[in-house]
């Protein structure tokens, strides 16, 4: 027994190896979930250092969230496999898990990355910039349109793309259709979009090739917006441009980032010729 004992652990020992409380490990042992390899005729406990990989196995368990009688059924009743059909369950659901946070993680990236936006330029004072091919999304409206229609055809895309993992968090808002632009009516939307930062070949996708664009901020509530169509068209034509495309409105400040309605900022953009 002397000669065997010194390949093995007292309970306080094995404890600072595996990085737990002597405590957890007498609790384990009463509970049946992790006993000692040998117990002396003292009644001192011993532990092997080939019980390490059980009691790692035990410990993520735990910190998984899973219950400890959970865990013992599955090592004390027989089960077939023993932790393995758990552990393959536990695998699945943090897979999913990854896969909420990443979604997340992308949605505060790109409103950080629209907040960065909104400083990037003043507003009610156009501009063109040069931009690579772009993919939106696009809802069309019904009319008439009613703020509660309004409402509603901009949340059937947010679900329609929530549920493709299509990007929370993408620019979005309402547009005007080229043919009404040229025409000068610009007072209400024909569609709602979300831009996507790649292709999806999606049936709402509409691409928009690489070009120049003309930009607009519009400072003040979405029904006030026309004040600023009227600056960007005229602008347009001024710098002797084309109108290429119908408007992107992209929500840089909203009610997630102010409660004054007067300090909401959108970006009109059109792509131009």
Sequence with gaps: MEKSRRSLFTVSQFAQMCGVSRQTLI???????????????????????????????????????????????RLLEGEEGGLLPLLEEEERHLNREIE????????????R???????????????????????????PFSAPITPASYAQTAALLSRYCRAHQYGQGNS????????????????????????????????????EPAGRWAIIHHRGYYDSAWESYGL?????????????????E???????STRDPEHYLTRIEIRVE
């Design 27 to 73: 609790y384990y042992d009463r509970e049946g979930i992790f006993a000692p390899q040998v117990v002396g005729e003292n009644g001192y406990r011993y532990y092997s250092h080939l019980q390490y990989d059980e009691l790692e196995t035990i410990l993520t368990m735990r910190d998984l969230g899973t219950p400890l009688a959970e865990i013992r059924s």
């Design 232 to 248: 960007l068209l005229s602008y347009i034509a001024r710098e002797g441009l084309q109108i290429a495309s119908g408007s992107y």
């Design 113 to 139: 990355q629209l907040a960065l936006l909104a400083q990037s330029h003043p507003p009610f004072s156009p501009w063109v910039e040069r931009r690579g091919p772009r993919h939106f999304l696009l809802e």
């Design 250 to 256: 992209s929500r840089l400040l909203s009610a997630d």
């Design 172 to 207: 979005s808002g309402a547009g005007v259709s080229r043919e009404r632009l040229a025409a000068g009516d610009y007072f209400s939307a024909s569609y709602y979009a979300m831009e996507h930062p790649a292709p999806t070949g999606d049936e709402k996708e509409h691409l």
């Design 100 to 111: 909420r946070l990443e979604y997340l993680r992308e949605s505060v990236r790109r409103k």
